[in-house]
């Protein structure tokens, strides 16, 4: 007679196949251009089906953190036919360092685009030193 | 969207593998992205979706920050052509440390079932996602047989 403790390598199989398909799913990295200039940092992430209601930006201990969903408009009976996409969820972070000003970061989200520019402390951008002729 | 569950304990590569066999059993050479003859490697601008009923097939072009003006979309038959371009200016002046977002021209050949009518297309993006639908031909429909 089986106890409990024994499982049968179907019901095994079963419990795994549960435990997949209630597992979280893997977040897309989004594709990003970072460039400095002498004003700050820019970051363009790409996150299409992301909507501003959908889009979570932040900074934690000096990291910034990219956050998303994306909504797709299935029909109710749908079925997959192919997906490159296999995820409804953006994230992506970076870290910080101290000459950014985190409280002062602009973002703005276009057609999938997320652009964030965090600027650099005025005393921290470079200066032009001009060589006076003799 | 259409996500597949993972499991931690298998290596991504493995998990890959096992998701592209996956693919290939469930939806059968014409729509796999490693078999079908028109498809583009993995990693390809923009990234496709296409999910279907019995009375439509709807595709979704993943093509943040493109203008929708400039996207040519045409269908013969069963063929689905998305043709388009995305210019990402470069800043001269600013130092670059990344740059992983697509730039410059693209084209997507997708293989739909064969019985869409390509007469009965519509198309909208929003979000950076170019959604198309194309209804399915009556006959091929599954219909009700009523014994009497």
């Not at chain 1, 409990?4 to 897309?28: D, L, M």
């Not at chain 1, 029909?75 to 409804?88: I, T």
Request: charged share 30%.
């Amino acid at each position: 007679m089986a106890t409990r403790s024994e499982i049968s390598p179907k019901a095994a199989a079963a419990s795994a196949r549960e435990r997949r398909g209630t597992a979280v799913e893997t977040p897309i990295r989004p594709a990003v251009d970072i460039r400095e200039d002498g004003e700050g940092i820019t970051v363009c992430a790409d996150m299409p089906g992301v909507s501003k209601e959908r889009l979570e930006l932040r900074v934690e201990a000096n990291t910034l953190i990219l956050e998303g969903s994306a909504r797709l408009e299935l029909p109710e009976n749908a079925e997959a036919l192919y997906a490159d996409v296999r995820s409804s969820t953006y994230r992506r972070t970076f870290a910080l360092s101290g000459e950014l000003e985190t409280d002062k970061i602009e973002a703005n989200l276009k057609d999938g685009v997320l652009t964030v520019h965090i600027p650099k402390r005025r005393e921290l951008r470079p200066r032009k030193i001009d060589v006076r002729a003799a | 969207m259409f996500p597949i569950g993972s499991s931690a304990a298998d290596s991504p590569f493995e998990e890959l593998w096992r998701l592209q066999q996956q693919v290939d059993e469930l939806f059968g050479a014409w729509a796999s992205p490693s078999g079908g003859i028109r498809s583009l490697p993995q990693g390809s601008f923009p990234a496709v979706n296409i999910g279907h009923t019995p009375e439509r097939v709807e595709i979704y072009l993943f093509a943040p920050g493109v203008d929708p003006k400039t996207l040519d979309i045409s269908i013969q038959q069963n063929l689905l052509t998305v043709a388009g371009r995305r210019d990402i200016p470069t800043d001269e002046r600013a130092t670059y440390y990344r740059q992983e977002r697509f730039s410059g021209e693209f084209r997507r050949v997708i293989a739909l079932p064969e019985d869409v009518d390509p007469d009965r297309v519509h198309a909208r993006y929003q979000d950076g996602i170019v959604q198309i639908g194309v209804e399915r031909r009556e006959a091929a429909r599954p219909r009700q047989i009523e014994v009497h």
